[in-house]
C-alpha cells in the first residue's frame, strides 16, 4: 500500500535503515510516499484514528519494494557522498613551501 507521511530526515534515516520511528497523526497524508504491507498499514491506522501516536518499522521486504521503486522514501538516496579533503585539493608540483620564521 502507498502511504504519505510527513517525516524529518532523522526519521526517514531510521526507517531506511530498518529501525522503527513514531509517527503522529499530524504527520500522515502528506509528505514522502512509501510503500508498506497491509498489516503495517492496518494497524497504524487504528492508533491514528484515536488520536494517538504509533511507531512504525520497516520489514526487509518493504524497504527492498522501496528501494526498488526509487522514489519517495529512497529517493536521492545513493546520489551523495562523502569527500574527504584531500581529494579536494590540487596537485601542486614545481612550487617551493618557504616556512615563516
Not at 551523495?80 to 590540487?90: G, T
Request: a positive charge; glycine letters at 14%.
Amino acid at each position: 500500500m502507498n502511504v504519505s507521511l510527513n517525516l524529518s530526515p532523522g526519521q526517514l534515516s531510521e526507517l531506511r535503515n530498518g529501525h522503527g520511528s513514531r509517527i503522529g497523526p499530524a504527520m500522515f497524508g502528506k509528505g514522502v510516499d512509501m510503500i508498506i504491507d497491509p498489516m503495517t498499514f492496518n494497524n497504524m491506522m487504528k492508533k491514528l484514528e484515536r488520536g494517538k501516536g504509533a511507531v512504525i518499522s520497516m520489514s526487509g521486504g518493504e524497504i527492498e519494494q522501496n528501494k526498488m521503486e526509487g522514489t519517495g522514501l529512497f529517493a536521492g538516496s545513493g546520489k551523495k557522498r562523502a569527500v574527504k579533503f584531500r581529494e579536494l585539493r590540487k596537485p601542486v608540483s614545481g612550487v617551493i613551501l618557504l616556512a615563516r620564521p
